[in-house]
């Protein structure tokens, strides 16, 4: 991952430095920027799975596999909705995903070693 869009993920995340999208759209406007946006939506929507999983006292459980590109498979069965996702992660994206806020002791508590 390009060090530009990993910051940019990072400080889109961080509560104490919030980076406006309205007053930094110049930034936003380029390829790196949406990139950056994709990710960050996707990472945020990947994260509040797993937490409601664990808030309702259910069990997400999360499989990762290492394939041969470098890549994370992510597989959640989310028994609320009788449903499963699936999601392919880069090993940037897994480290930023492992870095938000209660997700890691989610996958500890799932033992997932991260």
């Not at 910051?7 to 509560?15: A, F, G, K, S, T």
Request: contains cysteine.
């Amino acid at each position: 991952m390009d060090p530009f869009v990993r910051r940019l993920v990072e400080r889109l995340h961080d509560p104490s430095k919030p980076l406006s999208r309205n007053r930094h759209f110049h930034t936003f406007d380029t390829p790196e920027g949406r990139l950056a946006l994709k990710v960050f939506r996707r990472l945020r929507s990947l994260r509040n799975d797993i937490l409601a999983c664990q808030a309702e006292g259910r069990r997400a459980r999360i499989s990762r596999q290492l394939s041969p590109a470098g890549d994370y498979r992510i597989e959640l069965l989310m028994d609320r909705l009788s449903g499963r996702r699936v999601s392919m992660l880069q090993a940037a994206e897994f480290e930023l995903l492992a870095a938000l806020p209660g997700v890691r002791e989610a996958l500890e508590i799932l033992d997932v070693a991260a």
